[in-house]
T-cell receptor
Framework: AQSVTQPDIHITVSEGASLELRCNYS??????LFWYVQSPGQGLQLLLK??????LVQGIKGFEAEFKRSQSSFNLRKPSVHWSDAAEYFC?????????????FGKGTKLTVNP | NAGVTQTPKFQVLKTGQSMTLQCAQD?????MYWYRQDPGMGLRLIYY???????DKGEVPNGYNVSRLNKREFSLRLESAAPSQTSVYFC????????????FGQGTRLTVV
C-alpha cells in the first residue's frame, strides 16, 4: 500500500532563512507526487507536482522540490522564507486506478515563521 | 468562479442525527472524492467516484454513504452521526488520471456533540 511520511511535525524558521521540508514515500510504481499548502481555516492549494522528467520541480510562491528515487524522497525547499509562508504543508502520492487520482497524504508539517 | 463548491461550511449535529454534505464541481471533471482531515492525521480518503455512476470505498468509509448524483455532484451522507465523525470534510475533483491535478473545495467543518 502507498504511504507518505513527513518526519517533522512542526518546524520553526526565521524570516529570510532557507527551508527544507522532508517527505518520504512508499509506492511500487513510478509515483506521482505533490506538495499542498493549507493556511489556517482554508482549503488546500497545490504548490507543485512531479509526474515524470526533470527531477527538480518548480512550483508557485518560490518553492521547489526534488524527486530522489534512490531515497524515496520528495523534499520541498525554499531559499528564503517569508512570514506569509507560515502554514501547514502536506506531501501526497497519487494512487491512480480506473481514471481516478486517489491521494495518500502525509500527516503534515506545520511551519512557523519568526520575524 | 470555477471550482469545487461545498455546502454547508459549518455544521453542528447531535449524536445520532443524520445529514448530507453537498459537493458540486463545474470543471467537467470525471472523478470526485471525499476526504476527512483530523489534527495530526493529514487527509484520509473516505469514498471516491472515478466516473459518473460508480463509487468506491477509500481508507475510512465506515459510517458514511455517498451518491454520485450526476457528473457535477457528489454527496456524502452520515446516517447516524457519532462524535468520532467530528472533522473537517473536503470534497475534491480531478480530470483524467496522470495529467490532472486534484482541486479541493474549501471544506465543511462538522462537529458532532
Amino acid at each position: 500500500a502507498q504511504s507518505v511520511t513527513q518526519p517533522d511535525i512542526h518546524i520553526t524558521v526565521s524570516e529570510g532563512a532557507s527551508l527544507e521540508l522532508r517527505c518520504n514515500y512508499s509506492y511500487g510504481a513510478t509515483p506521482y507526487l505533490f506538495w499542498y499548502v493549507q493556511s489556517p481555516g482554508q482549503g488546500l492549494q497545490l504548490l507543485l507536482k512531479y509526474f515524470s522528467g526533470d527531477t527538480l520541480v518548480q512550483g508557485i510562491k518560490g518553492f521547489e522540490a526534488e524527486f530522489k528515487r534512490s531515497q524515496s524522497s520528495f523534499n520541498l525547499r525554499k531559499p528564503s522564507v517569508h512570514w506569509s509562508d507560515a502554514a501547514e504543508y502536506f506531501c501526497a502520492v497519487a494512487a491512480t486506478r480506473g481514471g481516478s487520482e486517489k491521494l495518500v497524504f502525509g500527516k503534515g508539517t506545520k511551519l512557523t515563521v519568526n520575524p | 468562479n470555477a471550482g469545487v463548491t461545498q455546502t454547508p461550511k459549518f455544521q453542528v449535529l447531535k449524536t445520532g442525527q443524520s445529514m448530507t454534505l453537498q459537493c458540486a464541481q463545474d470543471m467537467n471533471h470525471n472523478s470526485m472524492y471525499w476526504y476527512r482531515q483530523d489534527p495530526g492525521m493529514g487527509l484520509r480518503l473516505i469514498y471516491y467516484s472515478a466516473s459518473e455512476g460508480t463509487t468506491d470505498k477509500g481508507e475510512v468509509p465506515n459510517g458514511y454513504n455517498v451518491s454520485r448524483l450526476n457528473k457535477r455532484e457528489f454527496s456524502l451522507r452520515l446516517e447516524s452521526a457519532a462524535p468520532s465523525q467530528t472533522s473537517v470534510y473536503f470534497c475534491a475533483s480531478s480530470a483524467t488520471a496522470g495529467v490532472s491535478r486534484t482541486i479541493f473545495g474549501q471544506g465543511t467543518r462538522l462537529t458532532v456533540v
